[in-house]
């Protein structure tokens, strides 16, 4: 199975600062035939169910505000909300769907 | 706009069964790969089942294998888990989706006496 790692668990961001979550697979997410790394990032505010942010580890979906993105390959990828807002506390996970079964990191928390 | 609203879910005793359902909407059901994630409580996010675009090929966690089954029905774009033999470790929410799509609001499953 694919272990999926996220660092760290919680972080602390003052606001309109800088929120990075990482997220390491033990086996490369990187399709060859489609060029298409297996990646997804979603966010989950208590009480709600998960919200997709990012597919293809860079791909936003619609709707989702431009100051988070998606970057990496292979095996380390990285989501960043550029300047955090209030609205931006929640529990952040990552999901390789690579191949079964699919695995989420544990989460991270981030907070104000 | 996508819309994925699960239902089916509720309290069941240990041993019971439950099918749940998941009506799909906003999207082309026929060309995505779909799933169920479920979240026990206080807990992360877990993987329970995938099943192709054409329904052809099926996975399952081993936590969950030989006791639950997913179809789907393409004319109806729904999808669904027969879930059997439960234990108080599959109470959780239940949600259907597809990785690049996103997932419905959740039905709460409770395997209790």
């Known amino acids: 199975d694919i272990v999926v790692t996220q660092s760290p668990d919680s972080l602390a961001v003052s606001l309109g600062e800088r929120a990075t979550i990482n997220c390491k697979s033990s086996?490369?997410?990187?399709?060859?035939?489609?060029?298409?790394?297996?990646l997804a990032w979603y966010q989950q505010k208590p009480g709600q169910p998960p919200k997709l942010l990012i597919y293809?580890?860079?791909t936003r979906d619609s709707g989702v505000p431009d100051r988070f993105s998606g970057s990496g390959s292979g095996t380390d990828f990285t989501l960043t909300i550029s300047s955090l807002q209030a609205e931006d506390v929640a529990v952040y996970y990552c999901?390789?769907?690579?191949?079964?079964?699919?695995?989420f990191g544990q989460g991270t928390k981030v907070e104000i | 706009q996508v819309h994925l609203v699960e239902s089916g879910g509720g309290l069941v005793k240990p041993g019971g069964s439950l099918r749940l359902s998941c009506a799909a909407s906003?999207?082309?059901?026929?060309?995505?790969?779909m799933g169920w994630i479920r979240q026990a409580p206080g807990k992360g996010l877990e993987w329970v089942s995938y099943i192709s675009s054409s329904g052809t090929l099926t996975h399952y966690a081993d936590s969950v294998k030989g006791r639950f089954t997913i179809s789907r029905d393409t004319a109806r774009s729904s999808l669904y888990l027969q879930m059997s033999s439960l234990t108080a470790e599959d109470t959780a929410v239940y949600y259907c989706?597809?990785?690049?799509?996103?997932w419905g609001q959740g039905n709460l499953v409770t395997v209790s006496s």
């Open positions: 989706g597809s990785p690049n799509v996103g």
């Open positions: 906003g999207f082309t059901f026929s060309d995505y790969y």
């Open positions: 293809w580890a860079s």
């Open positions: 999901l390789q769907y690579y191949t079964t079964p699919w695995t």
């Open positions: 086996q490369s997410l990187l399709y060859s035939s489609d060029n298409k790394n297996y």
